[in-house]
């Protein structure tokens, strides 16, 4: 007859009308499980290893498919057989015979068969594409139709074709979406060789042991290998851009380190007691355990889904990591701890453990206790201050800006902004639903008027009934003159059969329907996340708590980015160029990872925090207590997640440094000033008052409340 151990120690007979847990099963066969986890992994690497080439790059990645601007592109293109924007940009430069050199420049770049066609100064729509003093000139390419992947490597091979040529630089657009997936790929494997080692010397630094050590890796692994088998089998369903690899790679490495940290630890602690062997794990399970469980279930919910491609395979794979680094926790880790049994201490560099009343954790826990109000105010206030900078935050999306000066199309766009005033090769674009010559010239005129246009072109029949007509700004198309021309251009055709597209269009549209999404999905996140903690802690008050310190948490990271990236600080440190403003759709997956990653820390220590109150400590004494013991973990495991997530301030590219250390600056944050001294301080002026609860609350939690003994 099975038995379950009960959170208090004592033997619970569970009968033949309990049903086997999971965890039962895994502690009853763990030499199966770990054939079966390793014979999971072997498959998973074979079938989830080349999902890569499955996930999609490009801009489409970032645009409401049902906007305005997706609408008419798509009208266009089916209208001309290609596409309605510049699609490569061939700057040529020379201080003789540059007419020469344009002509032979643009009859080869018109030889590529996925070009459709081809414009240059040398024709009449191209006059604007002449520096006024003569010595540059741009071609502009437009690809025939063709799947998103397959236009990048054509720009890839215009690129190489013309490499090397003097004077001649390829940039545009998709060579810019390309190159930025290609550095973003070298820039991740860079980042995986740095964090590995470091990982392992602080794996080792913190559990005093190689074989400790290794295990949280070895769990690491597996939780990213499984992941993308996941994604291997939703691709099948929808499309998904490959970005999301980059979150899954650092939120794959982070998670199951840092579940294995808090897991390997209980067990210790527990082994220490009750010996290596199944009563200790199965206590482990039923806490540290249940903590896991409903840490990965937090941050997967954390994760919501929004219009865009990027951002829902952001949610996808982070919400699928997640639950995959919970499963290979409490599947994988715990038979291999039991197999191991004392072996877990093999080649051990362990000092004699420090008394968890005695940790440096407890005692800043009892000094807050002093005077829990004034240590609220001040940390409150300091949060608040170090936030203050996100007031003025400004957001824009990405272009070739965001490469290195050494990537072309980086090089060509910095030559253009330079050298051509105005937008002159990324109109916006006017897609007419008349071929009426009249309704056209009205079209025009009205445009004329319009604030930040620098031009108007001459009405085109492009087929299917439409016309077409480009407006070229006084600026680049993410800056804030083109975003005004947009809403300008829109009123000023209201009462025409037209609709507008265009970068700056698309970009104008992205926002919209970001700001349309956040405020519901902001809403479940906050809801969802004060629910789960309700479940778990049977408090009202607690839940809300923690809510305000995650924004808190957030709010002190966002202004931290907003004086390092806007404002342009550290740019030779960190090597980059600032846009002047943050990336809308980076900012976003920020706020969500860091607000549930906030929510798993508060998780663990809320969650031993429980666990001396319901032993029968007093709140204040139980807060100390919970501290002792989770404030050393806490504090490892979010140096060891900055680690993983911080590796990527080394990219080369902008949006992926803002991530990178705009989440480890937040982790860092939460995991000492946070849960160090705010949340004990909150708890200690609340006192008894922090467990509250309505009477109908409080049948609910004992109804549906989350609990060591569910385990």
């Keep these: 007859m099975l038995r379950r151990i009960a959170p208090g120690g004592v033997d619970v007979d569970s009968g033949s009308s309990e049903y086997l847990s999971v965890s039962t099963l895994v502690l009853r066969h763990p030499r199966l499980t770990l054939t079966l986890t390793t014979i999971f992994a072997v498959v998973a690497l074979v079938l989830g290893g080349p999902v890569a080439g499955l996930l999609k790059t490009g801009r489409d990645n970032f645009e409401d498919r049902g906007s305005e601007s997706a609408l008419s592109r798509e009208a266009l293109v089916a209208a001309a057989g290609r596409s309605p924007e510049a699609d490569i940009v061939v700057l040529v430069e020379a201080a003789r015979t540059l007419d020469q050199r344009v002509l032979d420049t643009q009859k080869r770049l018109a030889a590529i068969p996925e070009i459709a066609t081809t414009v240059s100064p040398r024709q009449p729509q191209g006059r604007r594409l002449r520096t006024p003093d003569g010595r540059s000139s741009v071609i502009l390419g ?29 940039g545009g657009p998709v060579l810019t979406t390309a190159q930025i997936r290609d550095q973003v790929s070298e820039d991740l494997r860079k980042a995986e060789l740095l964090a590995f080692p470091l990982l392992f010397l602080l794996l080792l630094f913190v559990f005093r042991g190689l074989v400790a050590a290794l295990l949280p890796l070895l769990v690491a692994v597996l939780s990213v290998l499984g992941t993308l088998l996941a994604l291997r089998l939703a691709v099948q369903i929808t499309d998904l851009s490959v970005f999301a690899l980059n979150l899954i790679t650092a939120l794959g490495l982070g998670l199951a380190i840092d579940y294995s940290l808090f897991i390997i630890a209980r067990y210790r602690e527990e082994a220490a007691e009750h010996g290596y062997g199944h009563l200790a794990l199965t206590r482990t399970l039923a806490t540290a355990g249940r903590t896991v469980m409903f840490s990965s279930l937090t941050v997967a919910l954390a994760l919501s889904v929004f219009p865009q491609r990027f951002l829902m395979s952001m949610a996808v794979g982070g919400a699928l990591v997640a639950l995959v680094a919970g499963a290979a926790a409490l599947l994988a880790l715990p038979p291999a701890l039991l197999l191991l049994g004392p072996r877990i201490d093999a080649l051990s560099l362990r000092r004699s453990p420090r008394r968890p009343e005695r940790s440096y954790s407890a005692r800043i826990g009892a000094r807050v206790m002093r005077r829990p109000g004034v240590v609220a105010v001040v940390t409150g206030l300091a949060l608040v201050v170090v936030g203050l900078p996100f007031a003025d935050v400004r957001f824009t999306g990405f272009d070739a800006t965001v490469l290195p000066e050494s990537a072309s199309s980086r090089q060509v766009a910095d030559r253009v902004a330079e050298s051509f005033p105005g937008d002159r090769t990324a109109p916006l674009i006017v897609a007419l639903r008349s071929t009426d010559r009249f309704v056209a010239a009205e ?62 269009a698309r970009y104008r549209d992205s926002r919209a329907a970001l700001n349309a999404a956040l405020p519901v999905a902001l809403g479940i996140v906050g809801v969802t996340t004060v629910a789960l903690l309700f479940l778990m802690c049977g408090s009202v008050l607690l839940p809300l708590c923690a809510l305000a310190m995650n924004l808190l948490t957030i709010s002190a990271a966002f202004g931290v980015l907003v004086l390092i990236f806007q404002d342009g600080r550290l740019e030779g440190t960190l090597a980059y160029t600032s846009q002047g403003a943050l990336d809308a759709s980076q900012m976003v997956l920020l706020f969500v990872l860091v607000f549930a990653l906030s929510t798993d820390y508060g998780v663990f220590v809320l969650g031993r925090i429980k666990e001396a109150r319901d032993s029968g400590m007093p709140s204040r004494e139980a807060v100390v207590a919970g501290m002792g013991t989770t404030g050393p973990l806490v504090t490892a495991a979010a140096v060891l997640f900055c680690v993983a997530i911080g590796a990527f301030a080394t990219s080369e590219v902008v949006f992926i440094k803002e991530v990178g250390i705009g989440t480890a600056f937040a982790v860092l944050i939460d995991a000492t000033v946070v849960r160090a001294l705010l949340l004990p301080a909150l708890m200690g002026v609340l006192g008894e008052r922090a467990w509250a609860a309505p009477r109908l609350l409080r049948r609910l939690h004992g109804r549906f409340g989350l609990r060591e003994s569910s385990i």
């Design 142 to 170: 437009y690809l025939r139709p063709m799947e998103t992947q397959t236009a990048q490597d054509v720009s890839v091979r215009v690129s190489e074709e013309f490499r090397g040529l003097s004077g001649v630089s390829v």
């Design 443 to 504: 079209a025009r005129e009205r445009l004329f008027g319009v604030e930040n246009a620098a031009a108007v072109s001459e009405p085109v029949r492009v087929g299917n009934g439409l016309t077409r007509i480009d407006v070229y700004s006084t600026g680049p198309p993410l800056a804030e003159p083109s975003q005004r021309l947009v809403d300008g251009a829109r009123q000023a055709l209201t009462g025409l059969p037209a609709q507008i597209t265009g970068e700056a």
